[in-house]
């Protein structure tokens, strides 16, 4: 199951808890299986600046561009929409101060959070943990099976 799966190859996947223990580091496991967060400006992507697209470790499900990827100040990948909405979810979380915590849809992966302190046009930040993505680079798109996703980066 450790295959990244695009749609055109089938129906997302959640494997099963023994499998997400296999494939996943134990930072992977605790952000996308136990809610948990990565230090800020200590993870992998929060500075990365190369064209691709960024999918749940857990399914492969494609999440977001580096086209609407920008710098927040915050220390952890953020991005100013999806790059398929439909490929995420929100829900309220209670406590302290009420956040909206954003997961994959068909793994049900927690990434991180969305805040309505992001650029225009959207206003959004989602602001999302490094251990919950798996970025692939432009270069590796149809490899992977993302082909469809390389019109986003053509020249104008």
Not at 11 to 16: A, D, I, L, N
Not at 58 to 79: A, H, N, Q, R
Not at 124 to 149: Q, T, V, W
């Amino acid at each position: 199951m450790n295959k990244v799966k695009s749609e055109k190859q089938g129906p997302y996947e959640k494997p099963s808890d023994e499998e997400l223990k296999e494939m996943l580091s134990k930072k992977e496991y605790e952000v996308t299986q136990k809610k948990g967060t990565e230090p800020a400006f200590r993870n992998e992507y929060w500075d990365n600046e190369e064209d691709g697209i960024y999918v749940d470790v857990v399914s492969g499900e494609v999440l977001f561009s580096s086209k609407d990827k920008f710098k927040s100040g915050t220390g952890w990948p953020s991005f100013s929409k999806p790059l398929e909405p439909e490929n995420i979810v929100t829900q309220k979380e209670s406590g302290l101060d009420t956040r909206t915590e954003v997961k994959s849809k068909h793994a049900g992966s927690h990434l991180g959070h969305l805040f309505s302190d992001g650029p225009p046009p959207t206003g959004k930040r989602y602001c999302m943990n490094s251990a919950s993505l798996k970025f692939i680079p432009k270069k590796d798109l149809e490899e992977k099976g993302y082909s469809e996703y390389l019109e986003l980066f053509e020249e104008d």
